[in-house]
């Protein structure tokens, strides 16, 4: 469960709902899985193992969100830096785990969280080396497509 704690939202260690999606990344070696809405292809999420010989096997999970504002958040009363915060002690544990998560929009890259995560200028915002921006325009769109129009 994610708490306030420390300033921010908070992920404690060894917490079970993300430690359970970590094991549950971890687990998958390869596949793809489609959804569809109404007959619509809303996400498509696929995993690929890399075996690093040197440090064991790597894992890129792909979620490509093609009807994003099907998966609108409800609001909160959260600032950006406790959610940066927060997305910031995820993808340090996808990180620890060998594994990548990239969020896609439509087909193209908004976000990469994890292992494979290369920042340049989204270091300056997040201090993290396990989040990077792939651009800033798709982010923002992703962004406003969760936050939905109501």
Do not use: C, W
């Not at 994610?2 to 990344?25: A, C, M, N």
């Not at 971890?26 to 596949?31: E, K, P, V, Y």
């Not at 193209?108 to 080396?129: C, M, Q, V, Y």
């Amino acid at each position: 469960m994610v708490f306030l704690g420390k300033g921010h939202l908070h992920i404690p260690e060894g917490d079970y709902v993300v430690d359970g999606l970590i094991r549950l990344l971890s687990s998958a070696n390869s596949g793809s899985i489609k959804l569809e809405f109404a007959n619509k292809p809303a996400a498509e999420i696929d995993i690929n193992s890399i075996d690093n010989y040197s440090r064991g096997i790597k894992k890129r999970i792909k979620v490509d969100l093609l009807e994003p504002s099907l998966f609108k958040l409800q609001d909160d009363d959260f600032s950006l830096f406790d959610k940066l915060r927060t997305a910031t002690e995820f993808a340090q544990k996808l990180t620890d785990n060998m594994l990548t998560l990239s969020l896609l929009r439509k087909g193209k890259e908004a976000i990469t969280l994890g292992e494979e995560a290369h920042p340049s200028f989204s270091r300056l915002i997040t201090r993290s080396d396990d989040i990077q921006v792939n651009s800033l325009k798709e982010s923002t769109k992703l962004r406003e497509d969760f936050k939905g129009d109501d």
